[in-house]
């Protein structure tokens, strides 16, 4: 074969190829394309076009970091799933969630998630959701209401059994006698509630053990410090243990016994609720002799609840999430595995 014709034949199997290689790579990008719009249609279409969910999460505020990883866990799976989240942060008052749920209403929205500051006062506004046909999915706190049709299921702990596990907890450890200074949660909401009750029965086959004193420290580090610090001053010498209804006011009660010179977990016992991050480090560092998990990772959950109840599927009045005991002999142990 003469040269020239050599070269244009290598030269036109070298298009081919090239022709060949543009079209694959069309055809893979045509497949990816339509992949990720079938996957976002199914996640999120409940209609004839592509259209995400539109999801209202009514938070309480960020008073814990507990919350803080609540907040994240719905934030991550809304993301996750092609929903579009529109979230109200409350500052902690119940008049800032009301008006919330309206604007949701308002908004048109598939859903509401609704994590309720206290317990009460939540009818009028469900009514109207219900009116507009939008499905409430209440997460980690419960309302007292006389019709549960108002909501569609409550995604939570058992807050009464919490403090039940609290209290079991701590009366072997000061083998049945002792006082117990109390850091209660957010007046009138639920965990403040369950909690309380749930720490009083389980010290009461204990005669010998006795709440002393027991104020709000509102769910807050700085509350519980501040809460504390009072405690110390009122009854010097006096105190042989925190029962605290969340891990941040333990955490600011560890704080105040050792600006009084003592040694908060020796001196002072002190058990908690949440099986947050910074709970363990405190027990592996010999501060808090205790925690009991409350698991706020209700995401997953939360979504699965709103996309069952939009396909018409009735949800349980009640999905319970289990929790754990944890203390110092397993806290080294275990704390690389946390997630909250
Ligand atoms: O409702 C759950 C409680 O609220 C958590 O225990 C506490 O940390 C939070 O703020």
Redesign the pocket.
């Known amino acids: 074969m003469p040269r020239n014709a050599s070269t244009r034949s290598r030269d036109g199997s070298r298009r081919r190829h090239a022709s060949v290689l543009l079209l694959t790579c069309a055809a893979i990008a045509a497949c990816v394309f339509a992949f990720a719009s079938c996957s976002k249609k199914s996640s999120s279409d409940s209609g004839s076009e592509s259209k995400p969910l539109v999801v209202g999460f009514s938070q309480i505020g960020a ?2 970091s ?2 803080t990883a609540e907040t994240k866990s719905i934030r991550d799976e809304a993301d996750k799933r092609g929903i579009d989240l529109r979230l109200y942060d409350a500052q902690q008052k119940q008049e800032n969630q009301i008006k919330a749920i309206n604007s949701f209403i308002a908004q048109r929205v598939d859903a509401i998630i609704l994590a309720p500051v206290v317990e009460t006062g939540w009818e009028p506004v469900l009514m109207q959701a219900k009116a507009a046909g939008i499905p409430v999915i209440l997460v ?2 419960g309302v007292k209401v006389s019709d549960e049709s108002l909501y569609a299921t409550l995604i939570a702990s058992d807050f009464v059994a919490e403090g039940r596990m609290a209290a079991q907890w701590l009366a072997k450890a000061l083998n049945g006698a002792g006082n117990i200074v109390e850091l209660q ?1 957010t007046p009138g ?1 639920a ?1 403040a509630i369950d909690r309380k009750r749930g720490f009083e029965e389980g010290i009461a086959p204990h005669a010998g053990l006795k709440i002393t004193r027991s104020q709000t420290g509102e ?1 807050t580090r700085a509350k519980g410090k501040e809460v504390m610090e009072a405690f110390l001053k009122a009854a010097p010498g006096q105190i042989n243990a925190v029962y605290a ?4 006011m333990a955490l600011g009660a560890i704080q105040a016994i050792e600006e009084a010179g003592l040694k908060p977990g020796t001196d002072i016992l002190i058990v908690s ?2 099986g947050v991050r910074a709970a363990f480090e405190a027990m592996v560092a010999g501060k808090l002799n205790c925690t009991v998990e ?1 698991n706020p990772l209700l995401g997953p959950a939360a979504f699965d609840a709103v996309e069952k109840v939009l396909a018409g599927e009735t949800l349980p009045k009640n999905i319970v999430v289990q929790d754990r005991v944890f203390d110092q002999s397993t806290a080294a142990e275990v704390i690389d595995s946390r997630e909250y």
């Open positions: 008073e814990s507990w919350r980690d706190r949660g909401s965990p769910f209804h969340n891990d941040d609720i949440d409350c």
